[in-house]
């Protein structure tokens, strides 16, 4: 079955910005679609998106449109869709190093349609497919990190580390998971209108009030994890993403805190000081993405107590990834496809990344659509772990509620046979 035509069409994200969809028809009257997710706290190393110079304030993508239209698709239409191959093409006709002349998010949605139209051909689920070509043996569900508290640059308050976030411990099951993450959402919101704060949601879903500082957000949320464990029977611990490239000064090297000014040492003293006094299981992006020695003094210091995330650090590239390895930078990765603009190379970094023992971490971006593709990569991969965001907005939930659907789906194959 082979591909007939491909168009994009310029729709709207989770945060109201333009982002790019693409669908691709096949003989036999199929068609398969697929959208790209955008981060607004981007990593310098990531490849790049291609927007419009001016149009929509510079946020369209009708130029990425008439690449994926004008030179993308005459050099795969007539051709039975294949993933690997089609993406090695799409990275030769680009020719850059970072995707800057196609456009990271034109080629990533080809990827999909592509990898999607292989799955379908192969009348196979897009997460067995990947773990087909990943050389994977079985398929598995990941611990979610529910995003409960947005700060920094996914919210409109005082809160200085972007992302704070539970993971149930002990659950049975994915559904049990998601039944830990109602609660602990629905305690958060009753701890907060007692402190008489802000309920409203940041960008990922995550509540977004003003706290007189970060250990104020922190005793918080641990007052709601110790009613929601008493309800649940399960342990939450708290994992972080810090995004500290956001507040580095490159030139002066030092990090801007508040009104404050820390040095790469003040930072690492401080995560050390919360692992003592939290159930703190992950920091990412604990320092700004430059900083390497930095980095391994972190992971040197606290390594044995908490999962060492690298997201800007690495920008999903197997290249830095490497680098990260030969250092000791890190004890795990996050992987976001826009990144690195390719599902065969989103999964280059995933298999690297088992390799070498590295904890992987599939994400969304703050700026999402309600396309799932994550989610058939975190189960065919059996990635350990997946950041889909807070317990609300649709977005965010359609990820948790394919993957319980997947889980339904494998339970009754497995009775079944």
Same mark, same amino acid.
């Given at each position: 079955?082979?591909?007939?035509?491909?168009?994009?069409?310029?729709?709207?994200?989770?945060?109201?910005?333009?982002?790019?969809?693409?669908?691709?028809?096949?003989?036999?009257?199929?068609?398969?679609?697929?959208?790209?997710?955008?981060?607004?706290?981007?990593?310098?190393?990531?490849?790049?998106?291609?927007?419009?110079?001016?149009?929509?304030?510079?946020?369209?993508?009708?130029?990425?449109?008439?690449?994926?239209?004008?030179?993308?698709?005459?050099?795969?239409?007539?051709?039975?869709?294949?993933?690997?191959?089609?993406?090695?093409?799409?990275?030769?006709?680009?020719?850059?190093?970072?995707?800057?002349?196609?456009?990271?998010?034109?080629?990533?949605?080809?990827?999909?349609?592509?990898?999607?139209?292989?799955?379908?051909?192969?009348?196979?689920?897009?997460?067995?497919?990947?773990?087909?070509?990943?050389?994977?043996?079985?398929?598995?569900?990941?611990?979610?990190?529910?995003?409960?508290?947005?700060?920094?640059?996914?919210?409109?308050?005082?809160?200085?580390?972007?992302?704070?976030?539970?993971?149930?411990?002990?659950?049975?099951?994915?559904?049990?998971?998601?039944?830990?993450?109602?609660?602990?959402?629905?305690?958060?919101?009753?701890?907060?209108?007692?402190?008489?704060?802000?309920?409203?949601?940041?960008?990922?879903?995550?509540?977004?009030?003003?706290?007189?500082?970060?250990?104020?957000?922190?005793?918080? +949320?641990?007052?709601?994890?110790?009613?929601?464990?008493?309800?649940?029977?399960?342990?939450?611990?708290?994992?972080?993403?810090?995004?500290?490239?956001?507040?580095?000064?490159?030139?002066?090297?030092?990090?801007?805190?508040?009104?404050?000014?820390?040095?790469?040492?003040?930072?690492?003293?401080?995560?050390?000081?919360?692992?003592?006094?939290?159930?703190?299981?992950?920091?990412?992006?604990?320092?700004?993405?430059?900083?390497?020695?930095?980095?391994?003094?972190?992971?040197?210091?606290?390594?044995?107590?908490? +999962?060492?995330?690298?997201?800007?650090?690495?920008?999903?590239?197997?290249?830095?990834?490497?680098?990260?390895?030969?250092?000791?930078?890190?004890?795990?990765?996050?992987?976001?496809?826009?990144?690195?603009?390719?599902?065969?190379?989103? +999964?280059?970094?995933?298999?690297?990344?088992?390799?070498?023992?590295?904890?992987?971490?599939?994400?969304?971006?703050?700026?999402?659509?309600?396309?799932?593709?994550?989610?058939?990569?975190?189960?065919?991969?059996?990635?350990?772990?997946?950041?889909?965001?807070?317990?609300?907005?649709?977005?965010?939930?359609?990820?948790?509620?394919?993957?319980?659907?997947?889980?339904?789906?494998?339970?009754?194959?497995?009775?079944?046979?």
């Amino acid at each position: 079955m082979k591909i007939t035509k491909i168009i994009g069409r310029e729709i709207y994200d989770s945060r109201g910005m333009p982002t790019l969809e693409c669908e691709m028809f096949l003989e036999e009257g199929f068609s398969v679609t697929s959208s790209v997710a955008s981060g607004v706290s981007k990593g310098q190393f990531e490849a790049k998106e291609l927007r419009d110079e001016k149009r929509l304030g510079g946020h369209g993508v009708s130029a990425a449109i008439e690449n994926l239209e004008n030179i993308i698709a005459p050099a795969l239409i007539g051709q039975e869709p294949e993933a690997i191959t089609m993406d090695l093409h799409m990275i030769e006709l680009d020719g850059t190093t970072d995707k800057s002349k196609l456009g990271a998010n034109t080629i990533l949605a080809a990827s999909m349609c592509i990898f999607r139209s292989q799955a379908l051909i192969a009348g196979v689920e897009p997460y067995e497919l990947a773990g087909h070509l990943c050389d994977f043996n079985s398929v598995s569900l990941p611990f979610p990190l529910f995003n409960v508290i947005n700060g920094g640059a996914h919210a409109d308050n005082n809160l200085i580390i972007q992302e704070l976030m539970v993971i149930p411990v002990g659950a049975q099951s994915f559904r049990d998971s998601m039944e830990g993450g109602f609660v602990i959402a629905q305690e958060l919101k009753h701890v907060l209108k007692e402190k008489k704060k802000s309920i409203l949601v940041g960008d990922e879903g995550g509540y977004s009030p003003q706290f007189t500082d970060e250990m104020e957000a922190f005793d918080i +949320l641990m007052l709601a994890i110790e009613r929601a464990q008493l309800k649940t029977g399960l342990k939450f611990v708290i994992a972080i993403d810090v995004a500290a490239s956001q507040f580095y000064d490159e030139t002066k090297k030092i990090y801007k805190w508040g009104h404050e000014y820390k040095t790469t040492q003040d930072m690492i003293d401080w995560y050390e000081k919360l692992a003592n006094s939290y159930p703190l299981y992950s920091i990412e992006d604990g320092l700004a993405d430059t900083d390497i020695e930095g980095w391994k003094e972190l992971t040197n210091r606290l390594a044995e107590k908490v +999962l060492i995330v690298g997201d800007d650090l690495f920008a999903s590239n197997q290249h830095r990834i490497v680098q990260g390895i030969e250092q000791s930078l890190a004890t795990g990765v996050i992987i976001k496809p826009n990144q690195v603009g390719t599902v065969t190379e989103t +999964l280059q970094a995933i298999k690297l990344c088992k390799a070498y023992e590295l904890q992987s971490i599939v994400s969304h971006r703050s700026g999402e659509t309600n396309d799932t593709f994550i989610v058939d990569l975190v189960v065919g991969c059996s990635v350990p772990y997946i950041k889909a965001g807070g317990f609300s907005r649709g977005e965010r939930m359609a990820k948790y509620n394919q993957l319980m659907r997947i889980e339904d789906f494998l339970m009754f194959s497995l009775l079944g046979s």
